[in-house]
């Protein structure tokens, strides 16, 4: 059984997610980003933190988990070595780099970072990069439902993990037309809205 390390309305959610896609036995620790639970599986304080007991591996940081668990699994992802698995890694590279990073660094300067460095001048450049961000996601998405066209991968959980941050948490409006029919379409998979609960619920109890 796999043991998540994380909190609700965190990169957690991500793998809750994958782990609900996939099917798998997990358990979770509730540990909110720099509690001393955290930091007992990262020294950083942040989570996601995935344990894996039978693989003795204790492994952080969300993409690495879910490439991890979608390569020991065999699902959600194209095979290693393979040109779709290429273009695959691509793009959750550009998720995280134009996507994530724009969200990240807008949430550092608004909460995350101590509050005598954070500089909120630096938020409207992060709106810009996401908004430029949504219009290259448009040329970069083909005819099929998802970003890998039939095939649902990782990088469908982390742009839309991205695009409900962008809504509720950063309240950046999402754009319409082939770009937000596909974040709609990914958004309201049964597995996320399983996860959400299931991380909720491991808080409440
Ligand atoms: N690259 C890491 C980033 C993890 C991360 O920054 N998580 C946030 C919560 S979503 C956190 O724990 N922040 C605490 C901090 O930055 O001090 C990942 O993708 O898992």
Request: glycine content about 8%; some cysteine; proline content about 8%.
């Amino acid at each position: 059984m796999y043991k998540l390390v994380g909190y609700p309305q965190t990169r957690a959610t991500r793998v809750a997610w994958m782990l609900e896609e996939i099917g798998a036995d997990y358990e979770i620790e509730p540990a909110p980003p720099q509690s001393d639970a955290a930091r007992a599986y990262n020294p950083t304080g942040k989570v996601p933190v995935l344990v894996d007991p039978d693989a003795g591996l204790t492994i952080s940081d969300s993409v690495a988990i879910l490439t991890y668990l979608g390569d020991r699994h065999g699902v959600l992802t194209f095979p290693a070595g393979t040109p779709e698995r290429g273009r695959q890694d691509s793009l959750t590279q550009f998720c995280v780099d134009e996507v994530e990073g724009a969200l990240w660094t807008a949430a550092k300067h608004s909460f995350a970072l101590p509050e005598e460095v954070r500089c909120k001048e630096v938020k409207p450049a992060c709106k810009f990069e996401f908004d430029r961000a949504m219009a290259t996601l448009e040329t970069r998405l083909g005819d099929g439902p998802f970003a890998m066209g039939e095939t649902f991968t990782i990088p469908d959980i982390l742009f839309a993990h991205c695009a409900n941050w962008a809504e509720f948490g950063t309240k950046w409006p999402l754009p319409g037309g082939k770009v937000g029919d596909y974040l709609g379409r990914v958004r309201t998979r049964p597995a996320l809205a399983r996860a959400e609960a299931r991380l909720k619920s491991e808080v409440a109890a």
